[in-house]
């Protein structure tokens, strides 16, 4: 993670981007892109969706991506750190025995 954040980072700063990026506008921007994303899947079910468009879907989800870490440069996120507590506040309010059936 460490990797691609520092490539987005370093891609941001080069082109001395940081001075237009707020945390509203790059929060829209993750929707913006979100819904370029969730347009792939308008009218199709998911199979004819990806066989049409993976690529544009693969590129919307690396924008996403893209805003996300800059947001959270922004905040001062460590965003390892926060995904690593949210899946452990997850597995508690959603335990494994309680999501799937155990075989006999």
Same mark, same amino acid.
């Given at each position: 993670?460490?990797?691609?954040?520092?490539?987005?980072?370093?891609?941001?700063? *080069?082109?001395?981007? +940081?001075?237009?990026? #707020?945390? @509203?506008?790059?929060?829209?921007? /993750?929707?913006?892109?979100?819904?370029? &994303?969730?347009?792939?899947?308008?009218?199709?079910?998911?199979? *004819?969706?990806?066989? +049409?468009?993976?690529? #544009?879907? @693969?590129?919307?989800?690396?924008? /996403?991506?893209?805003?996300?870490?800059? &947001?959270?440069?922004?905040?001062?996120?460590?965003?390892?750190? *926060?995904?690593?507590? +949210?899946?452990?506040? #997850?597995?508690?309010?959603?335990?494994?025995?309680?999501?799937?059936?155990?075989?006999?």
């Amino acid at each position: 993670m460490k990797e691609i954040q520092k490539k987005i980072l370093d891609f941001r700063d *080069e082109r001395d981007w +940081k001075k237009y990026h #707020n945390e @509203k506008d790059l929060a829209i921007s /993750i929707s913006l892109e979100a819904n370029e &994303l969730l347009e792939n899947f308008q009218w199709r079910n998911s199979e *004819e969706a990806i066989a +049409k468009s993976e690529q #544009n879907i @693969k590129e919307e989800m690396a924008d /996403i991506l893209i805003y996300l870490v800059q &947001l959270a440069d922004k905040m001062g996120i460590n965003l390892e750190e *926060e995904v690593t507590n +949210k899946l452990v506040k #997850n597995a508690i309010k959603y335990p494994v025995s309680k999501s799937v059936e155990k075989i006999k």
